[in-house]
C-alpha cells in the first residue's frame, strides 16, 4: 500500500460490512450501522451495482468465498472482544485498524480506552469520514497512527497514555499478511511484555501455502498491496508460544463455518487456507 493513500482494502472491507448490514437480521452474520459512512461517495447506481455483484452466486464462486470470510472474521472478532470486556478490559489496542468501527458501535466498550493504530493516510481518511457522523468522538479513543514496518509500538503507544501494566486486547485484524517477518516478531514483543497480566490478542493469518498460491498472487495484483507474511499450518501453537504467549486457540474458517453459517447462511463459501487464532500473554498477576 502507497503510504500516502488510504488502504483500498479496508475500504473493500468496510463495503462488505454495509452490504451484509442490510440483510434482514436473521440473515446478516455482522452487523455495522456505520459501515456505510465510511464508504467513499459512491453514486446510488455504484452502491447498487456492487450490491447486486457482491451478492450474486457468480461473485461468490469468482472470489473463492472472500465474501464469507470477511463477514464471518467480523462477527467472530466482534463475539470475542465482547466476551473479552466482559473479562474487565481496562484497554483496547486496534492494530492496523483501517475503517474498523468497534470502538463506536460496540456496548460496553466506551469504558474501556481504545487505541486505533494505523498507517497515516488511512487513518487520516477515516477520521474525516468518522467526524461527518460522530461529533464529538468518543473521549476513551485515542488516534496514533504508526507504520508497522518502519516504526515500533515501544516507541509510539507508551507516549500516547498507554498503560503498560493494564489488562489489554490486542486485535490485529487484516494485518499480518501485509507485514515483514520483522514486523510481525516486534508486534508480538510487544505484546508479550508490554501488557498487563491477562493481556490477549486475537488476529487471522494465512498458511504459508495460501500465501504463495496463485490465487492470492493474484489478488494481491489487483489491490496493490502484496501478501507477504504467513505461517505454516499447525505451526500457530508453537509459533506463539515461542514468542511468549499461552493458551493458544487457533480456528480456521471451516471450522467457524460450522458455528456461523447456518439456516439460511448454511450454502456460504469461505476460502481455504486462513485461519484465526487467539493467546494470552504468559504472565501472573
Known amino acids: 500500500m502507497a503510504e500516502n493513500k488510504a488502504s483500498l482494502s479496508a475500504g473493500g472491507v468496510a463495503l462488505l460490512r454495509a452490504i451484509e448490514t442490510e440483510k434482514p437480521e436473521a440473515e446478516r452474520i455482522c452487523s455495522d ?34 465474501v464469507g470470510y470477511i463477514v464471518l472474521r467480523e462477527r467472530y472478532i466482534d463475539d470475542f472482544l465482547k466476551a473479552s470486556l466482559g473479562e474487565g478490559l481496562a484497554q483496547v489496542v486496534i492494530l492496523g ?12 466498550i466506551e469504558k474501556t480506552r481504545v487505541f486505533e493504530i494505523d498507517q497515516p493516510a488511512t487513518q487520516a481518511d477515516k477520521l474525516e469520514r468518522l467526524k461527518k457522523v460522530i461529533d464529538p468522538l468518543p473521549s476513551n479513543v485515542i488516534f496514533l497512527p504508526v507504520d508497522f514496518n518502519t516504526q515500533t509500538l515501544v516507541e509510539r503507544l507508551p507516549a500516547s497514555g498507554y498503560n503498560e501494566q493494564a489488562k489489554t486486547l490486542f486485535i490485529w485484524q487484516g494485518v499480518t499478511y501485509f507485514l515483514t517477518a520483522e514486523g510481525i516478531d516486534s508486534t508480538l514483543a510487544f ?8 493481556s490477549m490478542v486475537i488476529f487471522d493469518y494465512m498458511y504459508t501455502e495460501t500465501l504463495q498460491s496463485k490465487r492470492m498472487q ?20 508453537l509459533f506463539l508460544a ?10 480456521d474458517l471451516e471450522e467457524l463455518k460450522r458455528v456461523y453459517f447456518i439456516g439460511k447462511n448454511a450454502g456460504r463459501r469461505v476460502p481455504p487456507g486462513i485461519a484465526i487464532a487467539s493467546a494470552r500473554v504468559k504472565k501472573v498477576a
Open 33 to 66: 450501522p456505520i459501515a456505510s459512512a465510511m464508504l467513499p461517495r459512491y453514486s446510488k447506481f455504484t452502491l447498487w451495482l456492487f450490491k447486486g455483484i457482491i451478492n450474486s452466486a457468480f461473485y461468490d464462486r469468482l472470489s473463492s468465498g472472500a
Open 97 to 108: 485498524a483501517g475503517f474498523d468501527t468497534r470502538p463506536y458501535r460496540t456496548p460496553g
Open 218 to 237: 493474484q489478488a494481491a495484483k489487483t489491490s496493490g498491496e502484496p501478501y507477504i507474511f504467513g505461517i505454516d499450518a499447525n505451526k500457530i501453537e
Open 242 to 251: 515461542q514468542r511468549g504467549f499461552q493458551d493458544i486457540q487457533s480456528k
Open 191 to 198: 505484546i508479550a511484555n508490554h501488557s498487563g497480566p491477562g
